[in-house]
C-alpha cells in the first residue's frame, strides 16, 4: 500500500516537473509575473482611475506603457525633453482610448536639470491633486569598450540614470507617504541584475539604481501601502539602442543593428503593467536564453561567471569586428549597415 502511494506521488511530482519545465521554456517573465499576468488581478480594474506619472514618454517602452495604460482607464503625466513628441503620445491616447483631454498632462521634464523637479512635481500634483504611480522610464543606453571609452560617458550615465531617477523619486515618494499609498515603478535591466559587456556604465548605473531601490524599501515597512517595483528587462525594441553613449559623450551610434530578435516592446509593455497592476516587487522580462540566464545568475552564480565570461567574450569579438553587437548570441551575426 505504502509503496503504491510512494508510485502515485513520485510519477505526480515528475509530471509537475515537467509541465514547469515546458512552461519555464516557452516563458517571456518569471514565474511570479507569469502567475501575475494569468490569474492575478487586470489593469482595467487595478489602474483605472490612477495617475501614472511617466518619464522617458516619448518614445520606446514609455510611449507604449503610456498607450497601454491609457487603455486600462488610468490618467497620465507625460514627461521627456521633447515636447512634440510627448503631444503626439497625448493626441494618440485622446484617439485611440476614452481618455478626455484633461485626462493626460503633458510635463516636460530633463531628468538632468534636478533644480527643476521640484517645481515639476507641484506642477503635477496642482493639476491632478494626487500622483498614484511614478513611473522612471527616462535614461539612456551605452555601447562601447571601457578602455576606449572616456570617463565623461560614465559621469553622464550615473548623472541621468541613477541621479535623475533618485531625484525625482525624492519629490514624489513624501507625497506618497502623506496619502498612504503609491507606486515607485523603476525601469532597471537584466544589466542591473548581470553585467554586460560593452554597457559597462550602464550596468553600473543600473546595478546603482537596484541597491538604492532594495535598500528604500525596508525604510518604507512603516507605510505598508507603498510599492517599490523595479522592472527589469532583457532584450527589448525601442530607441534606447538609437539613442545609446558610445565612447565619447558627443558621438552617437553610428548604427543600432538588427533588432528582430528582441521582444516587441508592446509584449513587455503588457507584462509590466500586468505587474504594476499587482504590485509586484521585481519583474524578470525576457525571452529565452536570457531569462534562463538571470535565474543561473541568481542560484548557481558559479557557472553564470562561466557562462558570462564565454558569451560575453563573443560578444565583444563581435564588436570588434565590426559585426552587430546587440545580436542574438545563437544566431549568425549580421554585418553592421551604415
Not at 41 to 62: E, F, N
Not at 63 to 81: F, I, K, N
Not at 117 to 144: C, W
Request: hydrophobic share 45%; charged share 20%.
Amino acid at each position: 500500500m505504502e509503496e503504491g502511494v510512494c508510485c502515485v506521488l513520485f510519477w505526480a511530482a515528475l509530471v509537475c516537473v515537467l509541465v514547469l519545465l515546458g512552461l519555464f521554456i516557452r516563458a517571456d517573465c518569471d514565474f511570479t509575473l507569469q502567475w501575475a499576468k494569468t490569474f492575478g488581478t487586470k489593469p482595467d480594474v487595478a489602474l483605472r482611475g490612477k495617475v501614472v506619472w511617466i518619464t522617458g514618454a516619448s518614445g520606446g517602452i514609455g510611449e507604449e506603457l503610456a498607450y497601454q495604460l491609457a487603455a486600462a482607464g488610468a490618467r497620465l503625466v507625460l514627461s521627456a525633453r521633447r515636447e512634440a513628441a510627448l503631444e503626439r503620445v497625448k493626441q494618440n491616447c485622446l484617439e485611440r482610448y476614452t481618455l478626455e483631454d484633461k485626462d493626460v498632462l503633458v510635463l516636460p521634464l530633463d531628468l538632468l536639470d534636478r533644480a527643476s523637479h521640484p517645481e515639476k512635481t507641484e506642477a503635477a500634483l496642482r493639476y491632478f491633486g494626487n500622483i498614484d504611480m511614478l513611473v522612471n522610464n527616462g535614461g539612456r543606453s551605452q555601447r562601447g569598450l571601457f578602455v576606449d571609452t572616456d570617463v565623461e560617458v560614465y559621469q553622464s550615465l550615473m548623472e541621468l540614470n541613477y541621479l535623475g531617477t533618485v531625484s525625482i523619486t525624492k519629490q514624489v515618494l513624501p507625497h506618497m507617504i502623506r496619502q498612504g499609498s503609491g507606486i515607485i515603478a523603476t525601469v532597471s535591466s537584466l544589466a542591473g541584475l548581470a553585467g554586460t559587456p560593452l554597457a559597462t556604465g550602464y550596468s553600473a548605473s543600473k546595478h546603482a539604481l537596484q541597491g538604492f531601490f532594495n535598500a528604500l524599501r525596508p525604510e518604507l515597512t512603516g507605510s505598508p501601502g507603498i510599492t517599490i517595483s523595479m522592472i527589469c528587462p532583457g532584450p527589448v525594441v525601442s530607441q534606447i539602442v538609437q539613442n545609446a553613449f558610445t565612447e565619447h559623450v558627443d558621438k552617437s551610434l553610428s548604427s543600432a543593428g538588427d533588432q528582430t530578435h528582441k521582444m516587441s516592446t508592446e509584449r513587455c509593455v503588457q507584462l509590466m503593467v500586468a505587474g504594476l497592476a499587482n504590485q509586484l516587487k521585481e519583474m524578470w522580462i525576457s525571452h529565452q536564453p536570457f531569462l534562463l540566464f538571470v535565474y543561473v545568475w541568481q542560484y548557481m552564480p558559479t557557472l553564470a561567471w562561466y557562462l558570462t565570461n564565454k558569451l560575453g567574450s563573443k560578444r565583444v569579438q563581435n564588436f570588434k569586428a565590426g559585426l552587430d553587437a546587440d545580436s542574438a548570441y545563437f544566431t549568425k551575426m549580421k554585418a553592421k549597415t551604415t
